[in-house]
C-alpha cells in the first residue's frame, strides 16, 4: 500500500521532525510512505476573508497536483469524523482497497483546507475536539496511521 502525507507548512522544531522521521520509518515495513510538503500561500499579518479564500485555493491546486489518480483521500480537518484507532485501522485497511493501493492524507495550513479539497475527499478526519498546535498534527497523523497498520496486522503495539 502506498501512504502519502501532503502537508503545507514545514516542520520547525527539531523534536516533532525526528518523531516523523522514527514513524515514518517505523511505517516502513507496512507501506510506502510518503511526506509532501508545500509551502503554504503567502499572507499578510492580518488577512481578509477574501484573501485566506483566494490563499486555500491557490493551495488547494498544488495540493491536487501531488494527489495519485484514484487514490482513497482524507482530508484533516476539525468539521471531520472522529474514530478510535480500532474504526481507523478498518477504514484504512478499506480505503486501501478502494484506492487502489493509494490512500492520501492531507493537512491544510493554519487556515485549514479549501472547500474543494473537502468536498474531492472521501473521508473527512477530525484527531479530537481539543486544540493542538498546528505541526503536532502531522506526528498524531503517522502515530495513528502506525496503530492502525499494527491494529490490522495483530501486533503487540496496540494496547
Request: include cysteine.
Amino acid at each position: 500500500m502506498n501512504v502519502t502525507v501532503i502537508c503545507l507548512g514545514k516542520l520547525k522544531e527539531a523534536y516533532l521532525r525526528d518523531a516523523c522521521a522514527e514513524y515514518v520509518k517505523r511505517l516502513g515495513a507496512f507501506c510506502k510512505i510518503q511526506l509532501v510538503e508545500l509551502s503554504p500561500a503567502k499572507l499578510p499579518e492580518n488577512p481578509s476573508k477574501a484573501q485566506i479564500e483566494s490563499a486555500l485555493e491557490d493551495e488547494a491546486r498544488r495540493i491536487f497536483e501531488k494527489i495519485p489518480k484514484g487514490a482513497a483521500c482524507f482530508a484533516m480537518c476539525i468539521e471531520g469524523k472522529q474514530y478510535s484507532s480500532e474504526n481507523f485501522s478498518a477504514i484504512l485497511q478499506t480505503a486501501g482497497v478502494e484506492g487502489g493501493s493509494n490512500a492520501v492524507f492531507i493537512i491544510g495550513s493554519s487556515f485549514g483546507l479549501s472547500e474543494k479539497v473537502k468536498a474531492a475527499c472521501k473521508y473527512l478526519l477530525s484527531m479530537s475536539e481539543m486544540t493542538f498546535p498546528h505541526q503536532l498534527a502531522r506526528v498524531m497523523l503517522l502515530e495513528q496511521i502506525y496503530r492502525g497498520f499494527q491494529i490490522s496486522s495483530g501486533g503487540k503495539y496496540h494496547k
